[in-house]
């Protein structure tokens, strides 16, 4: 590129990442990180430590209120097809949704949140879930967290498809074992003609940890 | 606001002073660090690294010289190391200065009074027709390579290339007219 091309090329990029004018989410994560005092580095390090005996590698974001994650693939799991970032909600404990990134893409997770890591496989399931949450020190972040919920989620695909037969109590007992679709015969041996989509929200539900079932 | 003498860089080292340093240079500051890196997440990190080394080294800071410069001048230090530690092809030193040679020109017209450089780039974008800016969106907003905008708009990649530059020259020629540029500044 020329001169002129060059320094154009980032005002036109500055302009897509932040249309609206001021990026006041990137001036509150400077000024957050000019004041004293900065993150504690011992519950950090830990954390680090511990996400990367689990094969994930951190790149934090020099005291600011969100860290940098590069979801790499768990040492355990060999064919992940992408990671999924959950944070545990604090008012209930259940599991919420951040995001669900490929494998080895940076993204960004709220400081201050406990987070889980799921490794999900091709078939959106997922393979393999963190044992533990990692909590990321710092002062706290805003949080654009969702849940899955089984009334406002889960219940309208069973009343559509399923409820005509079977009493919803007996859909999921015994066919569902929360965090693990891939073992959850409601996910995995329905005779209903489920869309891709409404058997995802599903396998996500139970992924989630199936919270709020009947 | 520049720093021109060394009560107001006394004033900067108050936080408040920086404050308005940050809130006055962060989109510049962050479209050079884009120029240089063209990964969003990657030049946020940089330009913030930069901002607190400046935070920090505020002390330190040539009064005579221009805020955006200076940190500006951190943001390149930090690409230099960001391409060293990820093994990635740099810019070239002529590259470099090209570029900083086209922000101090945007520093003095806003000095000057002569506008805002990104405030006059979103004026020029709305003056370009429906299928530059179009492919415009599909590059930079929706961050499509030109090979799938090719296909998207049922063309090739070539010409797809071509729009793109032509876009940033007629930018950069409307750029020049709204900041004065061309009348001697």
């Known amino acids: ?214 | 606001m520049t720093i021109q003498n060394v009560g107001d860089a006394a004033k900067a080292l108050e936080p408040k002073g920086f404050e308005a340093l940050v809130r006055e240079h962060h989109r510049r500051l962050l479209s050079y660090a884009l120029a240089l890196t063209r990964r969003p997440e990657v030049a946020e990190d940089l330009a913030q690294e930069a901002l607190l080394i400046a935070h920090r080294d505020l002390a330190k800071f040539d009064a005579a010289r221009d805020f955006g410069a200076w940190v500006r001048g951190i943001i390149r230090m930090k690409y230099l190391e960001w391409t060293r530690s990820h093994r990635l092809e740099r810019m070239s030193e002529g590259q470099i200065e090209q570029l900083d040679a086209q922000h101090r020109e945007w520093d003095r017209a806003a000095e000057e009074g002569r506008g805002d450089a990104l405030a006059a780039l979103r004026l020029c974008r709305e003056e370009l027709g429906v299928h530059i800016t179009e492919t415009l969106d599909e590059f930079y907003v929706r961050r499509r390579s030109c090979a799938d905008i090719a296909t998207r708009l049922g063309t090739n990649e070539l010409v797809i290339r071509k729009r793109l530059q032509r876009a940033r020259d007629v930018l950069g020629d409307c750029l020049k007219k709204r900041l004065g540029e061309l009348h001697g500044a």
């Not at chain 1, 993150?39 to 969100?66: D, E, H, N, S, V």
């Open chain 1, 1 to 214: 590129m020329e001169r002129d091309d060059l320094a154009i090329d980032g005002l036109l990029r500055e302009l897509a990442r932040a249309p609206e004018g001021d990026d006041h989410a990137f001036v509150a994560r400077v000024l957050a990180g000019t004041q004293k005092p900065t993150l504690p580095r011992a519950p950090i390090l830990a954390a680090a430590a511990i996400l990367l005996a689990m094969g994930i590698f951190l790149a934090l974001t020099p005291a600011a209120p969100t860290v940098r994650i590069v979801a790499a693939r768990p040492s355990c799991v060999t064919d992940a097809a992408a990671m999924r970032l959950l944070m545990k909600d604090p008012a209930t404990n259940n599991l919420l949704m951040l995001d669900e990134v490929p494998v080895g893409a940076a993204v960004r997770v709220p400081a201050g949140s406990e987070i889980v890591f799921q490794a999900v496989g091709a078939d959106g399931m997922a393979l393999w879930t963190s044992p533990r949450a990692t909590k990321i020190a710092g002062p706290p972040a805003p949080v654009a967290a969702r849940s899955v919920e089984f009334a406002r989620d889960v219940k309208p695909i069973l009343d559509q498809h399923c409820s005509g037969c079977h009493a919803e109590a007996d859909l999921v007992r015994g066919t569902v074992h929360p965090f693990e679709a891939r073992r959850s015969p409601l996910v995995t041996q329905t005779h209903a003609p489920l869309s891709g989509a409404e058997r995802h929200q599903l396998a996500l539900w139970v992924d989630l940890g199936a919270a709020g079932r009947p």
